[in-house]
């Protein structure tokens, strides 16, 4: 069985450009990781990887973009529950 996914307009078309500059010039994992807790902090869109799946859906950015943003963030969650007390 399957099931249709809807495709959400999360954010408008500029916030959407600039987002999409914004995790092109991100290239190093600190940058990810700081963009990553702003953009969850401020924003009301949901978690920032969550974002990305809808981007990447949407053919809006790169696999190989996607790939490198869902894979540093899930490292660190990974991490980040690894060290947890």
């Known amino acids: 069985m399957t099931t ?3 495709q959400r ?3 408008s078309d500029g916030a959407n450009e600039a987002l999409i ?3 092109r010039a991100c290239t190093q994992t600190q940058e990810i990781l700081e963009f990553e807790e702003w953009f969850n902090s401020k924003s009301n869109q949901g978690p ?3 974002l990305v799946c809808v981007l ?3 053919k809006s950015i790169s ?3 996607a790939a490198k943003w ?3 963030l899930l490292k660190d969650k990974e991490e980040k ?3 947890y007390p």
């Open 4 to 6: 249709l996914q809807h």
């Open 9 to 11: 307009n999360l954010i």
């Open 21 to 23: 500059n914004q995790l």
């Open 48 to 50: 920032l990887s969550e």
């Open 56 to 58: 990447l859906r949407n």
């Open 63 to 65: 696999r190989g973009l």
């Open 70 to 72: 869902l894979s540093t």
């Open 81 to 83: 529950i690894l060290n």
